[in-house]
């Protein structure tokens, strides 16, 4: 009998989020109830952030963010290209130009050398970047205190995409806590490391922007007198002070995600043994395991192998259906932001971030998620042997 496929990721649900989301499917408020609140201060809490504000997905709490800091038509919006599209659509729903800084070719995380590099180029044409997105690749903190250092430099904003780090930290402290940022974003689409289903939160120090993207997460909308332009008309008043947006979060979401929040640890722990048990047992292939930063530990949301393929005769093509005829789900995390057509149509050429399309060709994600066993490892590990002509 041929053996279930191994998805690359996989949600961790137990009796416990289940019964969450259904004590919330039985209580008055199915939105804008108290599960919100509660899942917002799980989250902050466990970052060690001031403020937590629950949106509908992760897109939504980077694009707010951005509109927050009040990115715009003529600024300039700044990413990897080796990230989700979202991180980069972010700044283009603002109206704003979107421009890349090629990665790191160990970790994979946008280069501190490249940006600052790119920025002095930038200071001359006029053209500096407003906001800066750096994503942690794979759940790998970038080198957050040297891209803060640039950023009081040359006064840009910092949005951390945290889509792949709950979990992880960098220095010693937990990702998420906004120590070298303005905020992070986090996702809880089921494949990351906690979920609500679909789900985003952006974790913040910054009372301001917590307010604003609040506020815009609400259709713009305030119910808090001292906001108000004029007096109150009374107790049923409200007033749109900027175009927002409905991108809240349903009880029910937030009701899982609070649950998912008690597993944390537990999940983190085991992300991380896999990874260790991975990098132990295809040691020995003719691949190998991205550059681990001794200054984090990666919250481990995908565990990446890059083919060394001049070592083997198969392309990465055939690999990766090798593997997938095998039974093992593997993905591809991710074809260069700028390679999309409609960022060409932007302009953007191959060749323009070496590294990232280097990356993207010998590239392979394989599966990753807490309740694999060890006996899913030494599967992997056999596919691998024969996928590569072992
Ligand atoms: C998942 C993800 C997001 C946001 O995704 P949503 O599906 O909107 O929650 C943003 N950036 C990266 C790098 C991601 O992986």
């Not at 509908?56 to 990230?83: C, E, F, Q, R």
Request: glycine share 10%; with cysteine; aromatic share 8%.
């Amino acid at each position: 009998m041929a053996e279930e496929t191994l998805p690359y990721g996989r949600q961790s649900l137990d009796d416990e989020d289940i019964q969450a989301v259904v004590d919330v499917l039985k209580s008055e408020n199915l939105t804008q109830g108290p599960a919100i609140g509660r899942f917002e201060k799980a989250v902050s809490e466990w970052c060690g952030a001031k403020h937590g504000i629950a949106m509908a997905n992760g897109t939504a709490t980077l694009h707010l963010a951005a509109k927050a800091m009040g990115l715009k038509h003529g600024d300039w919006l700044w990413t990897s290209p080796i990230t989700f599209v979202a991180s980069a659509n972010a700044g283009r729903y603002c109206g704003a130009s979107v421009d890349f800084v090629d990665v790191d070719p160990g970790t994979i995380n946008l280069c501190p050398e490249r940006l600052a590099a790119k920025l002095e180029i930038a200071e001359k044409e006029g053209k500096l970047p407003k906001i800066v997105v750096p994503v942690h690749f794979a759940g790998q903190s970038c080198d957050m205190e040297r891209i803060h250092a640039l950023s009081q430099k040359y006064g840009f904003r910092i949005i951390e995409d945290g889509a792949h780090a709950l979990g992880g930290n960098y220095q010693g402290e937990r990702i998420g806590n906004c120590r070298w940022s303005d905020v992070v974003s986090h996702s809880f689409h089921p494949v990351k490391i906690v979920t609500s289903g679909e789900g985003g939160m952006i974790t913040t120090n910054d009372d301001e922007l917590a307010w604003h993207i609040g506020m815009l997460r609400m259709h713009g909308i305030t119910r808090d007198a001292d906001r108000m332009i004029g007096e109150s008309d009374g107790p049923w008043y409200y007033q749109q002070l900027e175009l927002g947006y409905n991108f809240r979060m349903t009880d029910l979401q937030a009701a899982l995600g609070a649950s998912q929040m008690n597993k944390l640890d537990a999940f983190a722990t085991r992300r991380r043994e896999i990874a260790n048990l991975y990098d132990q047992a295809l040691a020995e292939l003719p691949l190998r395991p991205l550059a681990r930063d001794p200054k984090g530990i990666s919250g481990w949301h995908l565990y990446m192998i890059r083919l060394n393929l001049k070592e083997i005769t198969r392309t990465r093509r055939q690999v990766f259906e090798s593997l997938r005829a095998q039974g093992i789900g593997v993905n591809v995390h991710y074809i260069p932001v700028h390679l999309q057509p409609d960022y060409m149509k932007l302009g953007f050429k191959a060749g323009m971030f070496p590294e990232a399309e280097r990356y993207y060709e010998e590239c392979i994600t394989l599966p990753m998620f807490p309740a694999m066993t060890n006996e899913d490892i030494v599967r992997v590990r056999k596919a691998l042997v024969v996928a590569t002509g072992g």
